[in-house]
């Protein structure tokens, strides 16, 4: 099969395609037909070497896809070949035309979601729910501001937080981004490229600030965002390229908090509820992952520049 290798840690041309022997399932294990890889901005740190996880090399990228299950190991039981799945993490890597899996890294994908989807689901959707459900709990009523609504993890906050009653704020750096952030269901959208943008965000609370921050530029925005907080409002830190510098009295103020999540880190138990709470929005169709960009395998590379070029469009797919 064609699968992406990367030999040695180092910029997007270190990404090869080359031909490897298809994976066969061991007991517990499926092999999945990779119908569309997801394309995140973590693998692209991975590639570089400079992420928490250095994989032995060499390793194919990717940890989601969209596809269809073509063989399953002994004891295999919770699917079967010809199922339509998500993959939420890989043994051998999802930058391929066969992905090996363990059984429980597959999950059913409703047929009203494509494969391209489907490879849009497991970091922006887990990492979202993770973000505003059990790193904190985000409820009706409360004001929500998605600091990055543009992109793969921002769109899936925006989709959740809408359906569970929150009033939506959300913001991007392009017009295209904006309205795609607004038609996903923030209620009103800011331009983070333009001066002045935050005292428009307090302006939207009467002043009053927002409950909630999910922040996917920590390193530019957690000194201002702890200004746009209410009293006991909390930052969650999901992305952060750099070091910042914060007022901490503008926490204490108003008994306000921030901290971080790290999707890798989360436990068995909050990763089901995590699936079930992804499952049933896909079926009900409440989310929606949103595909900006699908490329032929063989331009992964390009796929790893544009993830983190400025103007974001929901997800990135690569078609094998
Ligand atoms: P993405 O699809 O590339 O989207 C990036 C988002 O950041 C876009 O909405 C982009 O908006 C926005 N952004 C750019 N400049 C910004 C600014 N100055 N202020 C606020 N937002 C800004 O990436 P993603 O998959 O959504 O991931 C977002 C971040 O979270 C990445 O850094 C990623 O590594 C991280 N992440 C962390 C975890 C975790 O477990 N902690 C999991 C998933 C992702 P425009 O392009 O419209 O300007």
Partial sequence: ????????????????????????????????????????????????????????LP???????????????????QVKPGDRVYVAKTVSGAYAEYALALESQVHPLPAKASFAQGAGVWVPYGTAYHALFQATSAHAGETLLV???????????????????????????????????????????????????????????????VDVILEMLANVNLGNDLKLLAIRGRVIIIGSRGDVTITPRDLMVRRASASGVMLWKITEDEEKEIHAGIIAGLENGTLRPVVGKELP????????????????????????
């Fill in 147 to 209: 600091h990055g609504a543009s992109g793969g993890v921002g769109i899936a906050a925006v989709q959740f937080a809408r359906a569970s009653g929150l009033t939506v704020f959300g913001t991007a750096g392009s017009e295209k981004g904006l309205e795609l952030a607004k038609r996903e269901g923030a209620h009103q959208v800011f331009n983070h490229s333009l001066a002045g943008y935050q005292e428009q965000i307090l302006k939207a609370t009467d002043g009053r600030g």
């Fill in 59 to 77: 390793y194919t990228p990717g940890s989601d896809a969209g596809g269809v299950i073509e063989s399953i190991g002994p004891g295999a039981k």
């Fill in 1 to 56: 099969m064609k699968a992406i290798r990367v030999h040695q840690f180092g910029g997007p041309e270190v990404l090869k395609l080359e031909e490897v022997p298809t994976p066969k399932p061991d007991a517990g294990q499926v092999v999945v037909r990779v119908h569309a890889a997801g394309v995140n901005p973590y693998d692209t740190y991975m590639r570089a070497g400079t992420y928490a996880i250095k994989p032995p």
């Fill in 297 to 320: 395998l063989a331009e992964a590379s390009r796929a790893h520049k544009e993830v983190l070029e400025p103007g974001a469009f929901g997800k990135i797919a690569l078609l094998p």
